[in-house]
């Protein structure tokens, strides 16, 4: 599930969340905000029972997936679009 707010400015504050157990492991978003770059936004277990992270993105175009543990790829179901390069976000 992907949850968006407006920030002052043209930012927008994207929290991305998962199921706290599934996939077992942690978990990482990757995509072209963050260079794919792995651990650099993993999600963090919360109270209600899922995992979330929260980036501050400018308007554009982006593309991402969640990185599990053993190399596991998954894309967002809720996201703007899913094609062959993984989820899309459109700010």
């Not at 277990?45 to 969640?66: A, K, M, N, S, W």
Request: glycine share 10%; with cysteine; aromatic share 8%.
């Amino acid at each position: 599930m992907i949850k968006r707010s407006k920030l002052f400015g043209d930012k927008t504050r994207v929290t991305f969340c998962l199921p706290k157990d599934a996939p077992a492991g942690p978990v990482s978003v990757v995509g072209t905000f963050n260079d794919w770059e792995p651990g650099l936004h993993e999600l963090k277990d919360r109270r209600d029972g899922t995992r979330t992270v929260t980036v501050r993105l400018e308007p554009g175009h982006y593309r991402f997936r969640y990185l599990a543990s053993d190399g596991v790829w998954l894309d967002d179901e809720h996201a703007d679009a899913v094609g062959p390069q993984g989820s899309e976000l459109v700010l």
